[in-house]
């Protein structure tokens, strides 16, 4: 079975960018064209994926959906979060389930086939439960990024906290992602076992870079978070031979999405192509 990590290579050397599109659907934050359209939020919210995946087909090559935006709507809402993901693996995107999901082994794996279900290639997890809350989903073969470092400020009190050894609680789990990952390596050289590191934490992304070599890092933070594409460059594999051996994947969701102008998909479509020319301006 080949490994994500190679799927994920051959999708960023298709583009020749490594980024990725978050799909946070907000009601209030949709073009006003949609909510005068739709009584129902769910259609709101439905056609404006569907614009959004239209928009930035070619591009980018990678969706990340925001499973909470579509789970606050119950059931109907997990069914638009499918069709979506559907639409996106259709159209030869990454699917990325960006859930965060943390438990014990045996719940793992429920939350590991219902990722499936939802068509998803990847999703990511939370690793403070140790190794056995990630291992099922890598067991139902599905690539994962693990939470490392976070772009969020007040990640610091507990990431950023030293332990006895001289480690920080970062660099404790980037030491297992780092193990964990070198039973899933893909013939690129890159582990199925990634990593979550905020392009916000830029100051410490070489160091992480050096505990977790063939990891990939999923990079949110970048945009309207402050994230900027110089703060990719630490975490950029030394000797890369092409954008996906890079092994980054920087993310930007409202920046692009919520994009400003007179026709609101073409703004999408152009935001999206300035974000994969300047990250491809730091890699190469």
């Keep these: 079975m080949e490994q994500f990590s190679d799927s994920l290579l051959a999708a960023v050397n298709r583009v020749g960018s490594?980024?990725?599109?978050?799909?946070?659907?907000?009601?209030?934050?949709?073009?006003?064209?949609?909510?005068?359209?739709h009584h129902d939020p769910l259609g709101a919210v439905s056609e404006f994926c569907r614009g959004v995946l239209e928009?930035?087909?070619?591009?980018?090559?990678?969706?990340?959906?925001?499973?909470?935006?579509f789970e606050r709507y119950g059931s109907r809402g997990v069914a638009v979060l499918e069709e979506c993901?559907?639409?996106?693996?259709?159209?030869?995107?990454?699917?990325?389930?960006?859930?965060?999901?943390?438990?014990?082994?045996?719940?793992?794996?429920?939350?590991?086939?219902?990722?499936?279900?939802?068509?998803?290639?990847c999703i990511t997890v939370n690793g403070y439960?140790?190794?056995?809350?990630?291992?099922?989903?890598?067991?139902?073969?599905l690539g994962v990024f693990v939470l490392v470092r976070t772009s969020n400020p007040d990640s610091d009190a507990v990431q950023g906290q030293m332990l006895a050894d001289g480690r920080t609680v970062a660099?404790?789990?980037?030491?297992?992602?780092a193990g964990m990952g070198?039973?899933?390596l893909g013939r690129s050289g890159l582990s199925s076992v990634g990593?979550?590191?905020?392009?916000?934490?830029?100051?410490?992304?070489?160091?992480?870079?050096?505990?977790?070599?063939?990891?990939?890092?999923?990079i949110p933070g970048y945009g309207a978070q402050g994230g900027k594409a110089e703060n990719i460059r630490a975490m950029v594999r030394t000797g890369a031979q092409s954008p996906g051996h890079a092994g980054v994947l920087v993310t930007a969701s409202r920046s692009v999405i919520y994009a400003k102008g007179a026709v609101w998909t073409e703004a999408v479509r152009e935001a999206a192509r300035q974000f994969a020319v300047e990250v491809a301006g730091v890699i190469t």
């Design 182 to 184: 070198e039973a899933h």
């Design 129 to 141: 439960l140790g190794a056995s809350g990630v291992q099922p989903f890598l067991e139902a073969g």
């Design 85 to 121: 993901t559907d639409q996106a693996a259709r159209a030869g995107f990454i699917v990325v389930l960006d859930a965060k999901r943390g438990d014990i082994s045996t719940s793992a794996s429920h939350y590991a086939a219902a990722a499936k279900r939802l068509g998803a290639h």
């Design 195 to 218: 990593a979550v590191v905020g392009a916000t934490k830029s100051a410490e992304g070489a160091a992480l870079r050096r505990r977790m070599p063939d990891q990939v890092f999923l």
């Design 55 to 69: 928009a930035v087909a070619g591009l980018v090559p990678a969706i990340k959906f925001q499973s909470a935006c």
């Design 18 to 37: 490594p980024v990725c599109i978050g799909l946070d659907p907000v009601l209030e934050a949709l073009p006003e064209e949609l909510r005068a359209r």
């Design 171 to 177: 660099e404790l789990l980037a030491d297992q992602v």
